[in-house]
């Protein structure tokens, strides 16, 4: 199947501080991506819907300003948290989607812890 | 909209016993199912997927599920359980082109499946 990396894989920052993620496709171009947060022993949340070259589209309840996403070319995709606070920390997932299939496929996570 | 439901937080089986994962779903227009597995600390693998073919799907790892409109359900199930089984599994819908929620997933609150020896 397709191929999803997240970089980093963990990353621990200081209250205040800002920390990007990126999620890239690998071996397809994703017209879509999704952007997840998922708390210890719960369900995947979705936080927006990235699409290339267009302004993301944010789930009710999350801050456009506070996460900031980007989708600048067809296999990348970044997510910004910015002046993260210990409540940010969390474990954040990608997903990208061409389309047709239905089937997201999914990046390996990114822990942020943030103290 | 649509929902998932997924009864059960905790199943727990022997080693070569049935797996019985159970999933219901609510949505406005025609679903697209999936089962997803994560193992700790990594990302969703896909287990299979059904998109308004045969309603019967099989997918990796020896594991099937079957749409069964009236009961709203998709049930998951693997007649043999391994202990690599252990994980946790999600349940997820999506509506097709021309839902409102066309192509974004919504998640079941997950089952850990522990297997035992």
């Known amino acids: 199947g397709a191929v999803v990396s997240q970089h980093p894989s963990r990353v621990i920052c200081k209250s205040g501080t800002s920390v990007k993620i990126e999620c890239r496709s690998l071996d397809f171009q994703a017209t879509t991506m999704f952007w997840y947060r998922q708390f210890p022993k719960q369900s995947l949340m979705l936080m927006a819907t990235?699409?290339?070259?267009?302004?993301?589209?944010?789930e009710q309840g999350v801050e456009k300003d506070k996460f900031l996403i980007n989708h600048a070319s067809l296999t990348l995709s970044t997510l910004t948290v910015t002046s993260a606070h210990p409540e940010d920390s969390s474990f954040y997932i990608c997903?990208?989607?061409?389309?047709?299939?239905?089937?997201?496929?999914f990046g390996p996570g990114t822990r942020l812890t943030v103290t | 909209a649509q929902s998932v439901t997924q009864l059960g937080s905790h199943v727990s089986v022997s080693e070569g016993a049935l797996v019985l994962l159970r999933c219901n779903y609510s949505?406005?227009?025609?679903?697209?199912l999936f089962w997803y597995v994560q193992y700790p600390n990594q990302g969703l693998q896909l287990l299979l997927k059904y998109t308004s073919a045969a309603t019967l799907v099989k997918g990796i790892n020896g594991f099937e599920a079957e749409f069964k409109k009236s009961e709203t359900s998709f049930h998951l199930t693997k007649p043999s359980a391994h202990m690599s089984d252990a994980a946790e599994y999600f349940c997820a819908v999506t509506e097709g082109a021309g839902g409102t929620s066309y192509g974004k997933l919504t998640f079941g609150q997950g089952t850990i499946l522990t297997v035992h020896p």
């Open positions: 949505s406005s227009v025609p679903p697209y």
């Open positions: 997903s990208a989607w061409a389309g047709g299939t239905y089937e997201q496929y």
């Open positions: 990235s699409n290339e070259g267009s302004k993301a589209t944010y």
